[in-house]
């Protein structure tokens, strides 16, 4: 009865909007009336999911029996829930369009997501589930481990020694994060991860072509603004992906069958970054899960997420840990920026260097850290540092929280206003 409630609801929705103009044609009157039927079924979803998440989930994996990605787990609710979450071709009529000009239908994503996460029983099948390798990496692992070097387009790899040295290469946008950038850099960490000849891996953004910067290497300008605004930036496939998939891999390693599973159910390595120029935004996020921070003393950290709108992905959830309560507020909420050279620059940096020895510096602290008890002391460090529970929890929240943010006003407007400043 509740699942016929929610999937007629649903499909008047549908309808109603279907004779709407598009959202940035509708009048406040339309926008309102748009609004109330958006509302209430994303209630009705709600209180469904509060009550039968795990049968969905069970079903959807075949009783925990199959392992599935977020975008596997969100076509096949639409296929076996009608009127659960948005059917895959609303979904491809979105990506269509501007972000300003969708629907925003990956909210109703969001409610699933939240609902499962949120979950004590299916939420650490599913992030179990976004730990194991991607197929792409084991097409190519026997090529990385034959050649020690792949370009994987956004981010090259390359095997020195026992260092997997991953560089961003997005030259033409200062190494700001995109759909095809997530997907390179998981693809990177699990090859690193994979590759029995690695034990240290080191992430370092490349030389630039951007006029302002051109030939200066640049650790990273955050997410994509202009593909956000274009409407190329999706929660599934960036957003959640990118949190669960390769920074959490960063952290609790890599979950695959290993001759040493009784001792530890992933593969993990020491990571070290180095930072060049600035790490802004998703940037700074990455700071917090490497092992070793080393930046050039030129260089600089913010997390300008109150300004674009956004929540900063997993930053909320790590940065007190680090900062504090209070410089962690400055930082988010008001984008306070800190520079290499000040005392607070600690909070991020281990240790900085004139730029043009940056690379050496680096190369010294993938030597300290390849070591078998850095392992060990590492993960002991995560669990007590960051129990797996207790970020199950945060990315429950954030799915929702997040969704919402994509599609709200005050976003879209600072969206076009930061593109307009960086260009």
Known sequence: MAARSLADTADRCDELLAKLPDPTGRTPEERAVAGDAKNA??????????????????????????????????????????????????????????QADKEGREIDQGILFRALLRSP??????????????????????????????????????RRGGAAHLTMCRDDCLNAED?????????????????????????????????????????????????????QISLVDFLLRRELGYINKLVRGLLVD??????????????????????????????????????GEDAYVSLPAAQEGIVPGAANFRLGRFAGGRNARQLILWGRR??????????????????????????????????????????????AEEPVEGFRTYMAEFALQQAVRLYSEDVLGKVGRFTAART
Do not use: C
């Open 41 to 98: 079924v994303r209630a009705l979803r709600s209180r469904y999911l509060a009550v039968h998440a795990d049968a969905v989930y069970d079903r959807l994996t075949e009783g925990h029996a199959v392992e599935r990605r977020l975008p596997g787990l969100a076509g096949l609710a639409a296929q076996e829930f009608p009127g659960l979450v948005p059917t895959a071709e609303q979904i491809r009529a979105e990506r269509a369009r501007p």
């Open 121 to 158: 029983r299916s939420g650490p099948h599913l992030v179990d589930s976004m730990l194991r390798p991607t197929q792409r990496a084991l097409e190519l692992l026997p090529e990385f481990e034959r050649t020690g070097e792949l370009d994987l387009g956004s981010v090259r790899i390359e």
């Open 179 to 231: 759909e095809a950038q997530v997907e390179d850099m998981e693809t990177a960490v699990d090859l690193a991860l994979l590759d029995p000849g690695v034990r240290v891996g080191l992430l370092r953004g490349g030389p630039m072509s951007h006029p302002r910067y051109l030939h200066r290497r640049v650790f990273s300008a955050g997410i994509n603004l202009k593909s956000l605004q274009a409407g």
């Open 258 to 295: 290993h001759d040493r599973s009784w001792l530890s159910r992933t593969v993990e390595k020491p990571w070290v970054a180095a930072v060049d120029t600035f790490a802004i935004g998703g940037g700074a996020q990455l700071l917090l899960v490497f092992d070793r921070v080393v930046a």
């Open 338 to 383: 800190i520079r290499a050279g000040e005392p607070d620059a600690r909070l991020f940096i281990d240790e900085v260097a004139d730029p043009r020895e940056l690379g050496a510096l680096a190369e010294r602290s993938v030597d300290r850290l390849d070591s078998q008890a850095v392992v060990t002391n590492r993960r002991m460090l995560n669990l």
